[in-house]
């Protein structure tokens, strides 16, 4: 359970509160200096702060000292103020140092419940963004908190100073050319050129020529003498990508440069040492291509010298959210999007999506959500990833939380029905202008009003 720190004076608030608020791990302080402790001691994600504490009950002076002291000890710490004063320039003179939101007493269980889950929603997501960031500041810029990819980490880091080839094993869209520049980065080759190509989308008649290049007259349409990939690569890395799909005939050539470092261009009469890392990858079983004469032995065990497997994103749960925000970040700012993190129902799909594009496919899915959203909040809708089982989605059972997504779906869809005709808006919805204007800021939706 999530450890919840509440900072009130009063008993009977301290118990209705833990009442109200029992999903979480609930710890009490009554003052600024019991708070400051259970800060330093618990590091909650998120507090409720009562600005009338002790000795300055009467007014909020003690509360917004506390807040401060809060936020410069954690200051990613969410604090939701508690007040019970009717004056707003409080709440929002606490908002201005930083809390996270406001609540006016009397407490209603199930609104507190609601800013304070979203709360924990908002301060995990960001929490998860600051690892992300650290792991893309690593070496390997490779994303993700799950075991399989930090063990991937660590082969990575054993093996990219050494000259070993490299064969990187794993479904279409998981990263593997990602996997292979992370390789590259790490090692000492990281300076030098990484050449990437793809044996799949090259006509058989051509990649010859792209992997080792021709001479001036060749063959028709060799107007000069032209370098190849091997040799644009010197000093760093080649990944070649989708090995499984070389021509046999070719495969003896590479085997011949694997082995002894040297090439010879299309119409040459001269070989050219060269000293290139390679890294290749493949979506196919090549041991059964081995054994049905489709793929060369001697080639195979050569660039299989050490394997790496990179797993689906099916099988990488915990990672899939840290992506979408990732991918999120990025995609808001090129296309100038105001959307910065994912509603309660995008989470639920996102986990629940089985992804069998893996991460191109949650890549995609995000770029277009961050294109359609309207709010700051990224939806199910805006992913395109409305259907669910029962067994996969679990509907929200606190209306006021099923009431605000069904109504934030109604706007942005009418909306878009009436190409951001405002009135035209409000008559589908069988509301009225002020109405839709009221409901836009209440749930933050960037409509161009």
């Known amino acids: ?22 999903d979480y791990e609930v710890v009490f302080a009554q003052d600024r200096e019991s708070a400051i402790a259970a800060v330093r001691r618990h590091e909650p994600l998120v507090v409720t702060l009562d600005l009338g504490l002790p000795p300055d009950t009467a007014n909020a002076s ?9 936020l410069a000890l954690a200051p990613h710490t969410k604090v939701i103020v508690i007040t019970g004063n009717d004056n707003h320039d409080v709440a929002l003179k606490a908002i201005e140092l930083g809390a996270y939101d406001f609540y006016q007493k009397p407490v ?77 980065n790490v090692s000492n080759r990281a300076k030098k050129p990484f050449i990437a190509i793809n044996c799949a989308s090259i006509p058989e008649t051509l990649l010859e020529s792209e992997l080792f290049g021709f ?7 060799a107007h000069k003498t032209t370098k190849g990939k091997i040799e644009c690569a010197q000093g760093g890395t080649l990944f070649l990508d989708e090995i499984g799909d070389m021509p046999f005939n070719l495969q003896a050539k590479l085997l011949r440069f694997l082995q002894e470092k040297v090439i010879e261009p299309i119409g040459g009469r001269q070989e050219i040492p060269v000293d290139v890392r390679v890294v290749c990858a493949t979506n196919q079983h090549l041991q059964e291509m081995v054994a ?46 105001n959307a910065k993190s994912f ?20 890549q995609n899915k995000v770029k277009s959500s961050a294109i359609m959203a309207l709010g700051s909040q990224v939806t199910a809708l805006d992913l395109g990833l409305m259907a669910q089982t029962d067994e996969t989605y679990e509907l929200s059972l606190n209306l006021r939380t099923v009431r605000e997504q069904a109504e934030t779906t109604a706007i942005q869809k009418a909306y878009a029905l009436t190409d951001g005709n405002m009135s035209k808006t409000a008559a589908l919805l069988g509301i009225t202008r002020p109405t839709l204007y009221s409901l836009i800021e209440k749930y933050g939706l960037a409509l161009s009003v």
Not at 62 to 70: D, V
Not at 215 to 221: L, Y
Not at 307 to 326: C, K, N, S
Request: hydrophobic share 40%; no cysteine; charged share 30%.
């Open 343 to 362: 509603a309660d129902d995008a989470i639920q799909a996102l986990k629940s999506h089985k992804w069998p594009g893996n991460i191109r496919e949650l």
């Open 292 to 337: 049905n004469k489709d793929f060369r032995e001697d080639l195979y065990y050569r660039i299989s010298e050490i394997t790496l497997d990179i797993p689906p994103l099916r099988d990488r749960e915990e990672d899939v959210i840290i992506l979408a925000q990732f991918f999120l970040q990025q995609y808001a700012k090129d296309y100038k999007s």
């Open 62 to 70: 003690e509360g917004l000292a506390t807040l401060q002291e809060i």
């Open 215 to 221: 001479e001036k007259g060749a063959f028709t349409g």
């Open 108 to 184: 209603d269980g199930d609104i507190i419940n609601v800013i304070v889950s979203r709360a924990f929603g908002l301060a995990s997501l960001e929490q998860d963004n600051r690892s992300l960031k650290s792991f893309a500041g690593t070496d390997t810029g490779i994303i993700g908190n799950s075991a399989s990819i930090d063990r991937m980490r660590q082969m990575i880091q054993r093996i990219a100073p050494t000259e070993i080839t490299v064969l990187l094993l794993g479904e279409s869209g998981t990263g593997k050319e990602v996997t292979a520049k992370a390789v590259h």
């Open 1 to 22: 359970m999530e450890k919840l720190l509440i900072v009130d004076d009063d008993l009977g608030i301290q118990k209705q509160l833990k009442w109200s608020l029992s």
